[in-house]
């Protein structure tokens, strides 16, 4: 497989295993923060900006863990490459949060989510620097023009 000459299994394996361990991190943390706020009436603001965070932080993870497991699965011979363009593509960054929201939250919390943006951005770099190898294909109409040449030609 030729993925990159900048992206190596190594590099794949290093970033799935601190993703694996950061979404775990996460789990935890917005679990606890859960459990403390659902005790307390007063804190439905908290509380919704805790849902909010904890559904854009748990989708970036899972959207980079979905990439990474799929070069993974190309580096193993599991899929081909072109499956992998075709269907590896990582979607787009989940919206930033509210920062007035972002500051009800407790550090620790703030902090996994930064280090989950951050990771994401390295997994979107690799990505957008893998793609920018890529021959780029032709558009729809010039593929078209070719199969009418060939055909007619």
Same mark, same amino acid.
């Given at each position: 497989m030729n993925i990159s000459a900048t992206l190596t299994p190594a590099i794949v394996e290093s970033l799935y295993e601190d993703a694996l361990v950061l979404s775990?991190? /996460?789990? !935890?943390?917005? #679990? !606890? /923060? #859960?459990?403390? !706020?659902a005790d307390d009436e007063q804190q439905s603001e908290r509380r919704l900006a805790l849902s909010c965070e904890a559904l854009?932080?748990?989708?970036?993870?899972?959207?980079a863990m979905a990439w990474l497991l799929n070069q993974r699965a190309c580096f193993a011979g599991e899929m081909s490459e072109a499956q992998l363009r075709r269907h590896g593509r990582l979607p787009p960054p989940q919206p930033e949060g509210n920062g007035a929201q972002l500051a009800l939250l407790d550090a620790d919390i703030r902090d996994v989510i930064e280090r989950s943006r951050a990771l994401y951005a390295r997994v979107e770099r690799i990505d957008r620097a893998w793609r920018a190898q890529l021959p780029t294909?032709? #558009? /729809?109409?010039?593929? !078209?023009? #070719?199969?009418?040449?060939?055909?007619?030609?």
């Open positions: 775990e991190e /996460a789990r !935890l943390v917005f #679990d !606890l /923060a #859960d459990r403390r !706020l854009r932080t748990i989708t970036r993870m899972m959207h294909p032709p #558009d /729809a109409v010039h593929r !078209l023009r #070719d199969q009418l040449g060939r055909a007619f030609g």
